[in-house]
């Protein structure tokens, strides 16, 4: 990803690969870290300011307006993704990033503010859909910075409000109720919110505030999933471009309902750091933006050429202008190979970009058709099934408590048996005691001796 800029040092800043390179106008380039994960980009005055954030508890930042001094930056926690760096007006740098709540996967947005040395991480709100296309913040002229940015529950788009001077986040307040997706601001003469919401088509709407914010008002046609929203500036005019299927609409700021076609081919899709804000603009190839020259007359034509090739014959050229020259052209290649390079390069993202965004649409249409397709399962009436299993558990309960019975009687009745032939015993015994010790008659003594 290039983030284009507008400064007098710095043409451009790119992350490819974990490489965060700095492009300078002279065409040269510096790598200023590896292994970055993400990077976020402001112009601040004549200094530019870099953040890049690695998979760490910490993250680099660089300044400079020549020379790029770099300076860590402390996070408090893990990055979790989401890094954007903002300007005010003030000159003062606003750094926002995620970090992972630990139930489920829903992120805190945090927030550092840098006055020439960093504050603490501030929380701005919990339950954050962490998707770095899950929000958007910038500064406007009513000293306020304003956050818009997507529920971790519902995607439904939420908007805050930071007071500059007390240092205060407001509380959130509903914007939209529907599934959202790529709140965008854009800071011009008045604020604009644009985003994206989720039906039967994806609708692009838009929201302005002057004192109050308006009703959101529907930019996009309805006819097909609206997406790769972006901004064009022609001549000091901005306007709003997105794609719709194979077409390109573009309309006013304000003026919606002058809504246009656009020839997608004269565009490349780019990033560009406008008033402290990174935005996404749909900028004209350098094709368009040359005017074509007037053709002289012939006769004037010929005879400049005539006069020119007077003049090249009657001075005969010098070795420093052919060195000159030659350096010249060979710069001037250089820079046709950037640029076509550059271009394929768009070109390919383009292409990839909308084979993408028409899967997901194919997507789409085939989960709608499931869902219109999909016929509940018929209940089964199963209280015929439940009653009678009722009735062998009753059944079953019974027969168990009479089981029961009879084994409780049967030992209570082997219990009292047991007694009584217990007391049978010492009667017996007692019986024989008594034969024992009973004198015996006179006739049995006799027969006895006998």
Request: glycine share 8%; charged share 25%; aromatic share 10%.
């Amino acid at each position: 990803m290039r983030i284009e800029l507008e400064h007098p040092k710095f043409s451009g800043v790119e992350l490819r690969g974990g490489t965060l390179v700095v492009h300078s106008m002279q065409g040269g380039s510096r790598v200023l870290r590896e292994n970055v994960q993400d990077a976020a980009v402001v112009t601040v005055g004549g200094e530019l300011r870099i953040a890049a954030f690695v998979s760490a508890d910490y993250a680099w930042f660089f300044k400079g307006e020549e020379e790029l001094h770099s300076e860590r930056v402390e996070l408090g926690q893990p990055y979790g993704g989401g890094g954007r760096l903002i300007g005010d007006g003030a000159g003062r740098s606003h750094l926002f990033y995620f970090v992972r709540q630990p139930p489920g996967s829903s992120c805190v947005l945090r927030h550092l503010q840098y006055t020439g040395t960093w504050s603490n991480p501030q929380t701005v709100s919990a339950n954050v859909f962490g998707e770095t296309w899950g929000y958007s913040v910038s500064w406007h002229s009513d000293n306020y910075l304003h956050l818009a940015y997507l529920a971790h529950k519902d995607r439904g788009l939420l908007y805050r409000v930071y007071d500059l001077e007390h240092g205060l986040w407001s509380g959130a307040v509903t914007f939209s109720d529907a599934v959202c997706a790529y709140p965008q601001f854009l800071p011009v003469e008045s604020l604009y919110l644009l985003w994206l919401e989720e039906g039967d088509q994806t609708m692009l709407k838009v929201r302005a505030k002057s004192e109050k914010w308006s009703a959101p008002i529907a930019l996009s046609t309805g006819q097909q999933h609206a997406g790769l929203v972006g901004f064009a500036c022609s001549s000091g005019q901005w306007s709003v471009v997105w794609s719709e299927g194979s077409a390109l609409y573009q309309v006013p700021l304000g003026l919606w309902d002058q809504r246009s076609t656009a020839a997608r081919e004269d565009f490349d899709y780019i990033w560009r750091v406008h008033q402290g804000l990174t935005i996404p603009m749909y900028q004209a190839k350098e094709s368009q933006k040359e005017e074509v020259p007037e053709v002289p007359p012939p006769e004037e034509t010929a005879q400049e050429q005539s006069q020119t090739q007077a003049q090249e014959q009657a001075l005969p050229p010098r070795a420093e202008d052919e060195q000159l020259l030659a350096q010249f052209w060979e710069a001037e290649k250089v820079r046709r190979q950037r640029e076509a390079e550059q271009a394929q390069a768009q070109a390919a993202f383009m292409e990839q970009a909308f084979r993408v965004l028409k899967e997901w649409d194919e997507v789409r249409d085939e989960i709608r058709r499931w869902r219109r397709d999909w016929r509940a399962v018929e209940q089964v009436d199963l209280s015929p099934f439940t009653a009678r299993l009722e009735r062998v558990e009753r059944r079953y309960l019974s027969l168990k408590q009479a089981q029961e019975q009879v084994r409780t009687q049967g030992e209570a009745s082997l219990a009292q048996l047991e007694r009584e032939v217990l007391r049978l015993r010492s009667r017996v015994e007692d019986l024989e005691k008594q034969q024992k010790t009973k004198a015996r008659p006179f006739w049995q003594r006799v027969l006895g001796r006998a």
